[in-house]
């Protein structure tokens, strides 16, 4: 499985922006995604995750209620809308699979800034 995320950018806060991770591959092998994000100088955190077959969904203290993370029908795509941004959510943010037995994929990453 590969990924590629993208959606990035500059966005003042308080708003919004959606990231999208493609997935490509043996895709009906995915278990799971989720996102990850990395401060400057911190470690990598875990932002949200979706289940792939239940779309069951879990979230990080810190984004419950303002973040969503979903799949599209074709289940080639994962989302993450993030909405009421605040300068601590700048980041590299990166999407991640498990996949067949005990594999797992990341995506290149794609910088989100909030500036304030």
């Known amino acids: 499985v590969q990924l590629q995320a993208s959606g990035g950018g500059l966005v003042e806060a308080g708003g919004s922006l959606r990231l999208s991770c493609a997935a490509s591959g043996t895709i009906n092998s995915i278990k799971a995604v989720g996102w990850y994000r990395q401060a400057p100088g911190k470690r990598r955190e875990t932002v949200a995750r979706i289940d792939w077959r239940s779309e069951a969904t879990e979230y990080a203290d810190d984004v419950e209620g303002r973040f969503t993370i979903s799949r599209d029908n074709a289940g080639t795509t994962v989302y993450l809308q993030m909405t009421s941004l605040t300068p601590e959510d700048t980041g590299v943010y990166y999407c991640?699979?498990?996949?067949?037995?005990?594999?797992?994929?990341w995506g290149q990453g794609t910088l989100v800034t909030v500036s304030s």
């Open positions: 991640h699979a498990l996949w067949g037995g005990f594999s797992s994929s």
